[in-house]
């Protein structure tokens, strides 16, 4: 028997977001997008990677305060820092792993330490980690794929992405939200992908860098399916 689709959506991120799941808020150290502080409203779970609560301070935004600051904490200032932990933050140092990224230990404590992903629906925006030096970006993709079965959204001003799992995937777009424009990315090697719903769809094409990759599409329907065989990411066009 065929498995079940897994069903991919963004309304997580609209202003009038009705609770299908929880979501949770990670802020990276870098330039931080429009919508920081309405999502970091929203979120039932706040995380501030090292200096990313410097960036939410620097904002004005103190209240509420993240529920953990998390890294090698270089980068924050110690200012920051101290603000948060008065506030009630938990500060978890873990600068003693030098050969995992901010982000991988975000998602590490996330996993220990708190109940996100533990309800179908819930979905973790990570805002900061488009822009800046390219090799970063990779890195958090690749922290993404490595996390691939847990459900997180790259935010920026003009892009989202996230990871499409191997087997069927149900995207429902909230064109108010993201898209049309769309691509599909992959990194992790060559993939076997049939699409329906875009302006160019693949029918069971082999798409890999070097050769075929599906960039600059279009969504031309609220509802695309996307089969892979190998994880993907899907970027979108933001419209926060």
Not at 95 to 110: G, I, M, W
């Amino acid at each position: 028997m065929a498995s079940r689709p897994t069903t991919l959506w963004t309304e997580c991120l609209a202003k009038d977001y009705v609770n299908k799941g929880r979501i949770g808020v990670l802020i990276l150290n870098h330039d931080l997008p429009s919508c920081t502080e309405r999502l970091w409203n929203q979120a039932s779970t706040r995380v501030c990677a090292d200096g990313g609560c410097s960036r939410i301070r620097a904002l004005g935004i103190e209240d509420p305060p993240p529920d953990f600051v998390i890294g090698d904490l270089d980068s924050a200032m110690e200012e920051d820092l101290s603000f948060f932990e008065n506030a009630g933050a938990k500060i978890v140092d873990l600068s003693a792993d030098q050969d995992t990224t901010d982000l991988e230990k975000c998602f590490r404590v996330l996993l220990e330490k708190t109940d996100l992903w533990r309800r179908e629906g819930d979905v973790l925006a990570i805002l900061g980690g488009f822009g800046g030096r390219w090799e970063r970006e990779m890195s958090n993709l690749n922290v993404m794929l490595r996390h691939a079965d847990l459900d997180s959204i790259l935010v920026g001003d003009a892009s989202l992405a996230r990871v499409v799992r191997p087997g069927t995937n149900d995207i429902d777009l909230n064109f108010d939200l993201e898209g049309p424009g769309c691509a599909l990315i992959p990194l992790c090697g060559p993939c076997r992908v049939t699409t329906t719903g875009l302006r160019w769809n693949l029918r069971d094409r082999k798409t890999v860098f070097g050769e075929l990759v599906s960039t600059s599409n279009e969504a031309v329907e609220r509802r695309v399916t996307v089969e892979t065989d190998v994880p993907l990411v899907w970027t979108t066009d933001s419209n926060l």
